[in-house]
């Protein structure tokens, strides 16, 4: 039925503090005091207490500043919210209540104004995991001298996108290839990303996977919407 005293007073600190710390342990190229998203999966909560980290909704409530990293703070802000649902809820379908509750929270979020903007660039950090943008000038047509300076991130972090939206049933549309393929397309019709440079095969522009994930997010909070579930 929860615990009586603040998580952080009590066994369950203490182990979130050996959880945080054992992950952190084993990444040598990552030295803030911060996890990343595949780290993030790794945790484990507690036997008895059911927890779903790859839910979309429960990620953008555990990372309460929404810089694609959690902090062991917001691993204890989390536990804390958890612990008080559960104190209020009881243990019954405990896990379906706190994902409706952050599912709440994130449509709350995506419809504020520049909500969906907000969503699609924390999206972006997230699965960018630590690892900034890079800059390519690309030519602003085929036989012209104009370059232009454009942002991509790597081929692994829309390999992480599609695996966060995989919930979502993108897989019965389309496979990893075929999605960075379609990114990469969407970006050469956009002037972003000239197929014929080999030099990007492995790269997609931000902006690119930015507006997918703008869009994605739009197209659920319409179905939330014509569903009656914002009522």
């Known amino acids: 039925m929860g615990l009586s005293i603040s998580v952080a007073e009590s066994q369950l600190g ?3 503090r050996s959880e945080f710390d054992r992950l952190k342990k084993f990444d040598r190229d990552y ?3 911060q996890l990343i998203y595949h780290q993030v999966l790794q945790i484990s909560p507690p036997k008895d207490f059911p927890l779903d980290l ?3 909704a429960t990620l953008w409530k555990l990372d309460r500043n929404h810089d694609g990293r959690v902090s062991f703070e917001e691993v204890l802000a989390f536990a804390e919210f958890c612990n008080e649902r559960q104190q209020a809820l009881g243990d019954l379908d405990l896990a379906q209540k706190l994902k409706a509750h952050c599912v709440m929270e994130l449509w709350s979020a995506v419809c504020e104004e520049k909500g969906e903007e907000s969503f699609a660039e924390w999206v972006v950090k997230l699965v960018s995991q630590g690892e900034q943008p890079k800059q ?3 030519l602003v047509d085929e036989g012209s001298s104009k370059s ?3 942002s991509f991130i790597q ?3 829309v390999m992480t996108l599609y695996e966060l939206v995989k919930p979502y049933q993108i897989a019965s549309h389309i496979d990893q290839q075929g999605f960075l393929d379609l990114l990469q397309q969407t970006a050469e019709t956009m002037n972003l990303q000239p197929l014929s440079n080999q030099d990007l095969d492995d790269w997609v522009p931000v902006e690119v996977v930015h507006r997918w994930v703008k869009r ?5 909070a319409r179905l939330f919407s014509e ?3 914002d009522a």
């Open 227 to 229: 569903l009656g579930l």
């Open 155 to 157: 081929r692994d972090a």
């Open 216 to 220: 994605f997010i739009s197209a659920h």
């Open 148 to 150: 232009l300076d454009v």
């Open 136 to 138: 390519f000038a690309v």
């Open 54 to 56: 790859q839910h979309l």
């Open 31 to 33: 030295d803030t005091d």
């Open 14 to 16: 203490t182990y979130l």
